[in-house]
């Protein structure tokens, strides 16, 4: 059976592209553009043989359908062939039962998807390798494509880059100077990479990109770009095949440029369409208070959008003041019954560092989705007998600055009520004896 996909226009002008050409806005009305699938096509299996047939290709080592992205191909880029396909086997991360922090907060059945347990550290290589392996096959077809391209706050450029080294294309990426953690920033340098780091913030780094990109002989993978959505919006299929195809009541996620929880919405309406689900979750999006233009929009009801100067935040992943993907998160929230909550410094250091205490290791990001989470459980939104899936985003070990300010306690505006310091002692048997009894009679 052969599936099909195109690039469709957002706004419904009827403008279609194929995924191979290098387009990334409608070019009929201005609009975002996102894959498209041919649903009816893919109604030849059945609900049921869709979920047997995702759940026997789980970790199978049959290249390549053991990766969380292309075990579920011919919903996410069936045109690909699978020599072009360039994957780590991203994808089946961990969901985490937040047994402790659950019971602290009053709802025992809390999940931490753990999307940063991936090859470069975040859920960004859920959509690299769709970008990258679409390139691979352009470029196997003699398009005249010399380098892929994005503006970064650190995760995609990292993810770019090591996929980009995997499949032997350069890559070019724009990161804001001084706004990415250490590992971020070493990571597309040590994967050779050409690193730009700009005098300027993330949204100042997507304004040059872009304009960089008007060449199209080098293409834009940033999340404007629809294939990333289409390897992200697999993270909803594995949420619910974690619980054995059944949906959760919420999930909570961070939110930045406004693309995974648009391509979260987008996996689970794809789910409902083709009958594997019956109902959708609720979506929080959370977002840092000190670069909060959807929240400020959601207070409007999102009646107006006006993008905001982000400040600087801990959450630099998401120091995003003009989201791309605005359009596509307003439709997904209310798709699904959706709100906006915020966290400030002070909120998201110490509900990671909380977290921590319970067995994560949770970056800054998911520090924002887990204040939040407190905030809703605190004020009734969620009820104790619901199901809640938190999106991690990252791994802790890319934010180890973040982590030993915290202990330090050197981070600006954190009151910090979880710290953990060393205890220096001198090398005297008697001296730790008392420090470790002293300690355990606490
Ligand atoms: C990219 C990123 C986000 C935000 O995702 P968007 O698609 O930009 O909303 C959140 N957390 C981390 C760690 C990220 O790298
Ligand atoms: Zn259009």
């Not at 199978?60 to 996410?76: A, I």
């Not at 470069?120 to 290589?125: A, E, H, L, P």
């Not at 801990?314 to 798709?335: C, D, F, H, M, W």
């Not at 800054?364 to 938190?390: M, Y």
Request: charged fraction near 20%; glycine fraction near 8%.
């Amino acid at each position: 059976m052969a599936y099909n996909s195109w690039l469709g226009c957002v706004r419904g002008c009827g403008t279609r592209h194929s995924i191979f050409d290098v387009v990334y806005q409608c070019e009929t009305c201005g609009g975002l553009l996102d894959v498209q699938h041919d649903t009816e096509a893919l109604k030849d299996r059945s609900a049921s043989a869709w979920m047997q047939l995702f759940d026997r290709r789980t970790r199978t080592t049959q290249w390549p359908y053991g990766s969380g992205v292309w075990g579920k191909k011919e919903w996410v880029c069936p045109e690909v062939s699978d020599e072009n396909i360039v994957s780590m086997y991203e994808g089946h991360t961990n969901c985490f039962w937040a047994e402790r922090f659950g019971r602290e907060l009053g709802v025992e059945d809390l999940w931490v998807k753990l999307c940063g347990n991936s090859h470069t550290g975040s859920f960004k290589d859920l959509g690299m390798t769709v970008l990258i392996s679409v390139v691979k096959q352009m470029m196997s077809d003699g398009k005249p494509i010399r380098a892929v391209a994005c503006a970064s706050t650190g995760d995609t450029s990292a993810a770019l880059a090591a996929y980009a080294a995997a499949a032997g294309i350069p890559a070019v990426v724009l990161l804001p100077k001084g706004k990415v953690s250490t590992a971020q920033l070493i990571q597309p340098i040590a994967n050779g990479a050409l690193v730009l780091a700009l005098d300027t913030d993330f949204d100042g780094c997507m304004r040059i990109v872009q304009r960089i990109a008007q060449d199209k002989s080098v293409y834009l993978a940033n999340s404007m770009n629809a294939l990333r959505m289409e390897g992200q919006k697999t993270v909803a299929l594995e949420i619910v095949q974690q619980f054995d195809w059944q949906v959760p009541d919420w999930i909570v996620i961070p939110v930045g440029n406004l693309g995974n929880v648009s391509a979260l919405g987008k996996g689970f309406l794809m789910m409902k369409q083709l009958g594997l689900i019956e109902k959708l979750p609720r979506i929080a999006c959370a977002q840092a208070a000190r670069a909060n233009p959807l929240y400020l929009s959601y207070q409007t009801g999102f009646r107006e959008f006006i993008p905001v100067q982000a400040q600087k935040t801990l959450a630099s992943a998401i120091q995003i003041g003009n989201p791309v993907s605005y359009e596509r998160a307003v439709k997904t929230l209310s798709a699904f019954d959706g709100l906006v909550e915020q966290a400030t410094e002070d909120e998201l250091a110490n509900a990671a560092a909380r977290a921590d205490r319970t067995g994560m290791y949770a970056c800054p990001h998911t520090g924002v989705a887990l204040a939040v989470l407190i905030k809703l459980v605190e004020r009734g939104e969620i009820k104790a007998d619901d199901r809640v899936v938190v999106i991690s985003t990252a791994h802790g070990l890319k934010f180890t600055d973040f982590k030993v300010g915290y202990h330090d306690a050197t981070l600006n505006d954190v009151i910090t009520r979880y710290r953990n310091p060393p205890l220096e002692l001198p090398a005297d048997y008697d001296a730790v004896q008392r420090a470790i009894d002293g300690a355990l009679a606490r």
